[in-house]
């Protein structure tokens, strides 16, 4: 199970798009600093996240998110923003 997962920065509140099979993990290394784009925004609170069955899906749907225009607003749809 791959999962795409939207943070939110308590910092700034700018959104962090990524995806991952291990997001309890990934999510305690942005928290953590181990991760460059996401290091000076914490702390940062996960606040959506959608399960796929292959990598490829998920892939493509971060990407899909991170595209801008429609799809950044379909995200704050879905996160109620």
């Known amino acids: 199970m791959h999962i ?5 920065s308590k910092k700034d509140g700018r959104l962090y798009v990524g995806s991952t099979k291990n997001p ?19 702390p940062l609170i996960l606040i959506y996240s959608e399960s796929f069955d292959t990598k490829k899906a998920a892939v493509n749907r971060e990407r899909y998110f991170k595209g801008g225009g429609k799809a950044h607003a379909l995200l704050k749809n879905l996160i109620g923003d």
């Open 4 to 8: 795409v997962y939207v943070l939110r």
């Open 24 to 42: 309890e993990r990934r999510i305690a290394e942005h928290n953590a600093g181990m991760v460059a784009s996401t290091q000076h925004r914490r």
